[in-house]
T-cell receptor, first 116, second 111 residues
Framework: GAVVSQHPSRVICKSGTSVKIECRSL??????MFWYRQFPKQSLMLMAT?????????EQGVEKDKFLINHASLTLSTLTVTSAHPEDSSFYIC????????????FGPGTRLTVL | GESVGLHLPTLSVQEGDNSIINCAYS??????FIWYKQESGKGPQFIID?????DKRQGQRVTVLLNKTVKHLSLQIAATQPGDSAVYFC??????????FGQGTELSVKP
């Protein structure tokens, strides 16, 4: 149980285009999901908290108009990187809180974004 | 500010030996701590967690120790195997369920 998937696993796009990344909780409902980015050899940096049915909460320094988050259902959150630039190239990882009395976060496998 | 740090960025151990990975946290209000394992190109994998009302918790081959007095967390891996080679992160839960991650320790297991 507590499996989180991401799609796509890898994407290469041209500068200026937009890319959508999906995060799904496969066997549980997640009212809260989180989006992180990770640069090589570095730790995970929280970008935003995604709550089902409400606006996402962004961390300081993260542009909400550039990183659009939509949490349309209890099993799906999407992150859209708009007008991507090479500096947006990174490993994007989502997580979901598995309820049932705990607040353990389970992570997706990540999406490698490369912007040319 | 809030931070979770690690004492060592790399750790190399011999197969079969025990591994100890350390972590320090600064937010005294944190009451939930988690260790994650991340293999190259993959997302973090939950290993073990501990709440602040405990000072020790054991899992399969892993033990987490929490010292709230000095705000220190450690992960012990018994009989380390090549498959344990990865980067290990500690994380501290803060308000809203958010996690603050440490910098990570890369564990390398020598055969």
């Amino acid at each position: 149980g507590a499996v989180v998937s991401q799609h796509p696993s890898r994407v290469i796009c041209k500068s200026g285009t937009s890319v959508k990344i999906e995060c799904r909780s496969l066997d549980f409902q997640a009212t809260t999901m989180f989006w992180y980015r990770q640069f090589p050899k570095q730790s995970l940096m929280l970008m935003a908290t995604s709550n089902e049915g409400s606006k996402a909460t962004y961390e300081q320094g993260v542009e909400k108009d550039k990183f659009l988050i939509n949490h349309a259902s209890l099993t799906l959150s999407t992150l859209t990187v708009t007008s991507a630039h090479p500096e947006d190239s990174s490993f994007y990882i989502c997580s979901a809180i598995y309820g049932g009395g705990t607040d353990t976060q389970y992570f997706g496998p990540g999406t490698r974004l490369t912007v040319l | 500010g809030e931070s979770v740090g690690l004492h060592l960025p790399t750790l190399s151990v011999q197969e079969g030996d025990n591994s100890i990975i350390n972590c320090a946290y600064s937010n005294s209000a944190s009451d939930y701590f988690i260790w994650y394992k991340q293999e190259s190109g993959k997302g973090p994998q939950f290993i073990i967690d501990i709440r602040s009302n405990m000072d020790k918790r054991q899992g399969q081959r892993v033990t987490v120790l929490l010292n709230k007095t000095v705000k220190h967390l450690s992960l012990q891996i018994a009989a380390t195997q090549p498959g344990d080679s990865a980067v290990y992160f500690c994380a501290s839960a803060v308000q809203g369920g958010k996690l603050i991650f440490g910098q990570g320790t890369e564990l390398s297991v020598k055969p």
